[in-house]
């Protein structure tokens, strides 16, 4: 979603504080910084279905990693980013300072060091807004990233200590903290797409409800997802809203919502129809 540019309304959203916390992949956090560095060196791949093994391997050589019908060039997207987060994250290391991904990609941002590689208005980052606001994300997975793979290869290395990162058990506790000091004025569930930065926040209610035993745990206000995922066995992302109920994530009542349709459409509109309120 962030290669498709959605911080061009979502930014907005944050801006009117219509969003009160996110989830996403490692991978979003990084497209959106990408995006605002290295905007004019996107390649765009319109006939991306009709591409031979040989078409993408050329891409591949030229520094172009694709995402659907947008290549993202190496060395002005990854490697710009890699030349001033590695310098963040061995700062705090030097000072004995832990933080979660979102946080270092935060810390970058404000830092200014990127304002001389800046492509596209700063309105139209939704990180950058994110940053102003120090809205709480959770990123699950993080480590799968392409800045999580870097950040694995100095720890390989020796010249990081995995702890410097926070990790994913850190995202979940945070979130159960975060979850029930907000849960009692109602909060909502808006999903975009399917995998694991919905499957990971989801699941804070049950774990809260039966693990904690804390069984005035509220279900979540609503849920309603966009995917054009198909329901299958072992598929989150195709998953209707029901089968939620029986893992205790939602209740029998919750208001449920399912969009089957693609998410780079609907999203905006749908943030459109709200900022317009």
Known sequence: MS?????????????????????CTGANLEEDLMNLVAHSHYKRVPNYRDLTPQDEWDLLEKGLNRVTDTCIPEEEAFRRLQEHIVKIWKDAEAKGERYFP????????????LEQYYEIPIENSWMYAAAKANLPIVVPGW??????????S???KGELKASTVKSGIEYMTFLADWYTDNSQKGI??????????????ICVVPMLYQDMERTDT?????????????????????????EKITWGKLD??????????DATIVAPLIFAYLLEM
């Open 154 to 156: 100095y720890v390989l």
């Open 3 to 23: 290669t498709a540019e959605i911080g061009k309304i979502f930014g907005e959203m944050i801006r009117q504080d219509k969003v009160h916390i996110i989830s």
């Open 188 to 201: 909502g569930f808006f999903q975009i797409g399917g995998g694991i930065a919905g499957d990971f926040p």
């Open 143 to 152: 480590e799968d990233s392409t800045m999580g793979n870097i950040f694995a």
């Open 102 to 113: 979102h946080e270092y990609m935060y810390k970058l941002l404000l830092s200014g060091v």
């Open 218 to 242: 509220p279900f979540w206000s609503y849920f309603c997802q966009i995917s054009d995922s198909t329901t299958s066995y072992g598929s989150y992302s195709g998953a209707v809203p029901n």
């Open 252 to 261: 029998q009542d919750t208001p449920k919502f399912i969009v089957e349709s």
